[in-house]
């Protein structure tokens, strides 16, 4: 097992990567007393895979559990979703010394880490990430929220987890296609941050593919290391966090453009090697160090190019509403070796064009 921490003071907590560990989670909960009885939010399909192992642990560790399961997809991270539940939370009679359970992708991490910001004011709750893009990055560093029609995520708030709980052996029963899409968000800490770690996904490919366990624990670990670092700096995102959005800024406008059809990490492999032919456009990026990122996506077979049925004059509709842009003008995050980046806010309108093609 390995154990890492998000040092944010009193609000330090730990992440846990082990196989196996969702059948150890009630033990785990009835020692650290995060909750006197919990909620345990999932979608339908998660529910269905892993619902009885987790409630099963809780009940083994004397800890009482209600269930409560929402329809899978992106479409359910809506404030309707939130006063559903917190509704039939309410019913239930949950209170404050209770606590919530995130399990699943995502959508569960953001829906359920919104609602135990907002309900009562605030109750405490834990991740159990069970897709890798949630995994190496959703479940750690509390950005909680949901969608509204005007956009992805512009509903939320900074609520940070008292412990996340990953298991690797979830990955076995994920569609192949999430796979790839949390590999693009793996890749995406390579490129920001630790040439190193870049190398390392060149030389393994094989072996992150078939979730060879060691591996994939080193590969999990290491993201989850990279992004407790960046929070520990800069929690609610005033500089160093927005490193993390490199590849989101086309990538989210893809991912709206297409109708949510191209789900999330691809779009945002699209988006890093958009954000990396900029980098190279602006003199920041060598021609070869772009091919090596290009070359690292394709690998794993992501997608690298913006298809070309996707309207793009949608996807600037979507850029120009961006939250990330400051005073109307957008920020990218542009690498400027594998391992670097810097933030430009210098682009113009023809470098966009250019590079969506
Ligand atoms: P998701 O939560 O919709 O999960 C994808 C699908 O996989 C769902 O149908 C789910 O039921 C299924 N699934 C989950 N785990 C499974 C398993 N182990 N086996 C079989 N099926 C499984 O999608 P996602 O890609 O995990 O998350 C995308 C969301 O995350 C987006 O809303 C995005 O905005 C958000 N996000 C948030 C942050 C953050 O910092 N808070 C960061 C990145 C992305
Ligand atoms: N996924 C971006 C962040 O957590 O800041």
Known sequence: MRELTVGLGS???????AEGCLGRIGTDLAERRVGKRYGLIMDDRVAEVYGELVTESLHGAGLAVET??????EASKSLHSVADLAGRLASLGIDRQDALIALGGGVTGDLAGFLAATYMRGIPYVQVPTTLLAQVDSSVGGKTGVDIIEGKNLIGVFHQPRAV???IAVLRTLPREELLGGLAEVIKY??????????????????????QPEVITHTISTCCRI???VVAEDEREGGMRRILNYGHTIGHAV??????TIIHGLAVAIGMVAAARLAVAQGLLSEPD??????????YGLPVAVPGALSRTRIKRYLLTDKKAVGGRLHFVLPTTIGRTCIDADISEAQIDAVLG
């Open 190 to 211: 390579g490129v920001i941050r630790d040439g190193a770690f870049f190398d390392f996904l060149e030389n393994h490919r094989q072996a992150i593919l078939d979730l």
């Open 11 to 17: 609000r330090s907590y730990p992440i846990f990567i």
């Open 165 to 167: 709980y990953v298991d």
């Open 255 to 260: 991912e709206g453009a297409s109708d949510f």
């Open 290 to 299: 772009k091919e090596r990122i290009v070359t690292l996506l394709k690998a």
């Open 227 to 229: 992004k407790a670092e």
């Open 68 to 73: 409560l399961v929402f329809p899978h997809g």
